[in-house]
């Protein structure tokens, strides 16, 4: 072969190869963009499932509030914040007893005693739960120690609550001993303080325009991508708190919810079955509970055989059930996000369709350069 016709042949072969460098390039830069709008897409679906799954968890309250309202218009037993008081102060001997006697007898008067003006109250008058039998639950999945126990706000108001002599034994004249030995109640045994300052906080974000300044928890998903069936909430997020608790009480400006019960409950989930819970396993990390009765830890524990009562248990929420009108409106809310969903879905095929198509065309011009640079090798030979 004449050396013209060799060069030509070269630079031929140079070009078509750099044409298809320049192909597969942009093919690379298109299949990335594809990828990355599926990524969008699948993080837009996830986003409307979390609202979904939220309003539905609402929606739920509003029905149980309902329902429960109409068993106490029929003489339905349920417990109260004053009978939450009750039961503590019928264990005789207990530092909680003191507190509940306190604020019973003496009001806003407790507030402003050297011993108890740094204290909140006791764990279990300090939230509520939205019915009878998930106020059970959550007793019994912190057990009676932990319902007793006093809350602080800061160290100084730990340090008040006992004294010791110069032999570091306690001085029971004062104190909270001191303070219960003048109304009649001995304290007796030990007794858990919780002090809000030294609690290791929530540090993340809120939910938007939530009034109960609920936390923005990741829901747990399945290795599909789906939200485990029956999943209720986090514990911390169903335990309703007064206002005045919500925030601003440490120095730090958290409230109970980030510090207290977040220190209780961490991310302890909610089903509506055992069986539910139990084929949620791989998602479940700081323990979880069902509403007929499961209970497991976050070491791997679980609680087995028939419920302890728990005498002192969170008083059930009075709050009014919402109107039928805002049900409907939750409802409504449901089903445009469902509609949403259908049309993400409907742009997720078509871009995955496109992705695949591009796909093959990337391939198959790699396929073309693979050849020819065979094809130049064989040749040079």
């Known amino acids: ?109 407790a507030s402003k005693l050297p011993v108890t003006k740094d204290v909140l109250g006791v764990v279990s008058t300090l939230g509520k739960a939205n019915d009878d039998n998930f106020s059970r639950l959550l007793s019994e999945f912190l057990g009676l120690e932990t319902m007793l126990a006093i809350v602080c706000k800061t160290y100084e108001g730990v340090k008040a609550l006992e004294r010791y002599d110069k032999e570091g034994m306690i001085d029971k004249s004062s104190g909270l001993h001191g303070l219960g030995l003048s109304i009649g109640r001995l304290v007796d045994g030990r007794f858990r303080v919780i002090c809000l300052e ?82 949620a396993l791989p998602c479940i990390n700081d323990g979880a509970i069902s509403l007929d009765g499961g209970i497991m830890r976050s070491n791997g524990l679980f609680l087995l055989g028939g419920r302890n009562e728990v005498k002192v248990r969170f008083p059930v929420s009075s709050r009014h059930s919402s109107p039928p009108e805002k049900e409907s409106e939750i409802e409504e809310q449901i089903r445009l996000l469902n509609w949403k969903k259908e049309r993400i879905v409907e742009d997720m095929h078509r871009e995955e369709a496109l992705l695949n198509q591009v796909k093959e065309s990337y391939i198959g011009k790699k396929d073309e350069l693979l050849e020819l640079l065979k094809y130049v090798n064989t040749n040079s030979i």
């Open 198 to 279: 030294h609690l290791r906080p929530y540090i993340g974000e809120l939910l938007p325009e939530d009034p109960e300044k609920r936390l923005a928890l990741l829901k747990p998903r399945l290795s599909n991508g789906n939200c485990p069936p029956g999943f209720c909430g986090f514990a911390v997020n169903m335990i309703s708190i007064d206002s005045m608790y919500l925030s601003c009480l440490t120095s730090s400006g958290h409230g109970l919810r980030e510090t207290l019960f977040y220190s209780l409950f961490s991310r302890v989930q909610v089903y509506e079955t055992r069986g539910q819970m139990l084929d």
């Open 1 to 109: 072969m004449c050396d013209g016709k060799l060069l030509s042949m070269k630079m031929l072969q140079s070009h078509t190869q750099q044409k298809l460098n320049d192909d597969i390039q942009k093919l690379a830069l298109k299949v990335k963009h594809h990828e990355d709008n599926m990524k969008f897409l699948k993080t837009q679906i996830n986003k409307v499932d979390d609202s979904i799954l939220d309003m539905q968890v609402d929606l739920g309250k509003h029905h149980a509030s309902r329902e429960a309202e109409e068993k106490r218009n029929n003489v339905s037993i349920v417990n109260t914040e004053k009978q939450t008081t009750e039961q503590i102060l019928l264990l005789e001997n207990t530092a909680a007893g003191v507190i509940c006697q306190l604020k019973v007898h003496h009001g806003s008067q």
